[in-house]
């Protein structure tokens, strides 16, 4: 099983939140994530490639392979902060 997905990393769930409400509204997931992603992956637009299970953290791995595609989902609390995630694909 593989999967594409993207998110946001940022502290706080209140900063999750606020992106994500932003996002609602209809700024652009990518935009958000290369301005105020705490993760690498942030400068590709939140983009994380493809993703085998197991090789996220637990929470997001869940988010990743169960739940609806291209939901925004979370904030999702992890050791390194808040996420927002969003699968596009699984197979």
Same mark, same amino acid.
């Given at each position: 099983?593989? @999967? =594409? @997905? *993207?998110?946001?990393? %940022?502290?706080? @769930? #209140?900063? @999750?939140?606020?992106?994500?409400? *932003?996002?609602?509204?209809g700024e652009a997931f990518d935009v958000l994530a290369k301005?105020? /992603?705490?993760? &690498?992956?942030?400068?590709r637009g939140g983009d994380l490639g493809e993703i *085998? &299970?197991?090789q996220m953290v637990g929470a997001i #791995? =869940? %988010?990743?392979?169960?739940?609806p595609l291209r939901v925004v989902h979370g &904030?999702?609390? /992890?050791?390194?902060?808040?996420h927002l995630v969003q699968t596009f694909y699984r197979d």
């Open positions: 099983m593989k @999967a =594409q @997905a *993207r998110h946001i990393l %940022v502290k706080t @769930a #209140d900063e @999750a939140e606020k992106l994500k409400q *932003r996002i609602a509204n301005k105020f /992603s705490l993760c &690498p992956s942030g400068k *085998r &299970p197991g #791995d =869940q %988010v990743i392979f169960k739940k &904030p999702i609390k /992890s050791k390194f902060g808040y």
